[in-house]
């Protein structure tokens, strides 16, 4: 469905290495598997992840609430100036890029003959095509240098401004098996008990579905089967206590595991160190 030229595939790139465009700026690149921590942009931003199981998108909502969410290979965030969120990719992702100063956004407007800025609503796990298909086109004939020239560039900008004003236009279609709602349950309630033993029934009650089913969805969604992703999330949990001076056979209990060689195993097959070497360079 893509007609736009997918060329640029530079490695080595941290989230931030960025150009300017004509009204705007934009990354693309590859990056590796990585958390991203929570940080927010004065800029409107929109993101897309491409050759990715999933990427787990975490913000805060204007209730005080936190929204997550996996958003599947191709899929959309809009991000609005000022809102704190993070990314955990947990795999090697195509990531394309795109923000908008929001004076710029009011210039545009007005060669449009509509000045007055709306309020762009965020939006994650946003399966619309034609948005996708804008922010990688601009994304990527930035970092090309503008091979198809500044006025493409520019019709590029105008048109993705005039798209997410419009609001998200999803694919019609059946709504997935485990849909959003559902795996935000299911992942508040790993939240609430990873250091316990949890089995595939105490997730799939909260997903309303049989063990098997759930535990296939649940790996198509995210992309890690249920037993990975509550050892992921107990590593996670292990890197911030391992700045603390609790002692480490401790630590392994705290976290679930049956015993700090147990622990130290997995800590080091996830993060490529053992827990002591990690502490050290902390």
Known sequence: MST?????????????TRRPAIRSSAFRGELPPQTIEEHEHDEIQLAVGDNTCGIKASWHRSNGKQGRI??????????????????????????SSVYFDRSK??????????????????????????????VVGLSNETMCGFRNGRSFAETLEQALLLRVLAG??????????????????????????????ISLDDLAGPAA????????RFKQVTGLSPHRY??????????????????????????????QSHFSSRFKAFVGTSPSAFRKEQ
Do not use: C, W
Not at 106 to 131: C, E
Not at 209 to 216: D, E, V
């Open 105 to 134: 956004v009011t210039d545009a407007l007005d060669t449009i003959g509509d000045g007055i800025l709306k309020d762009i609503r965020p939006g994650y796990g946003i399966g619309d095509p034609l948005l996708r298909e804008l």
């Open 168 to 197: 998200p236009q999803p694919l019609a279609g059946k709504e997935p098996d485990l849909p959003t709602k559902r795996l935000s349950s299911v992942l508040d309630y790993i939240d609430a008990h990873f250091a316990e033993d």
């Open 209 to 216: 579905m049989s063990r098997f089913h759930f535990a296939r």
């Open 70 to 95: 996996f958003m599947k290979s191709g899929e959309v965030a809009v991000i609005p100036s000022g809102q704190p969120h993070s990314f955990q990719l947990s795999s090697t992702t195509l990531v």
């Open 230 to 259: 509550i050892t992921t999330r107990r590593i996670e949990e292990a890197k911030r206590l391992l700045k603390s001076d609790l002692p480490i056979a401790t630590l392994a209990v705290m976290l679930g595991f049956a015993d």
């Open 4 to 16: 736009i030229p997918q060329s640029v595939t530079q490695k080595n790139l941290t989230y931030d």
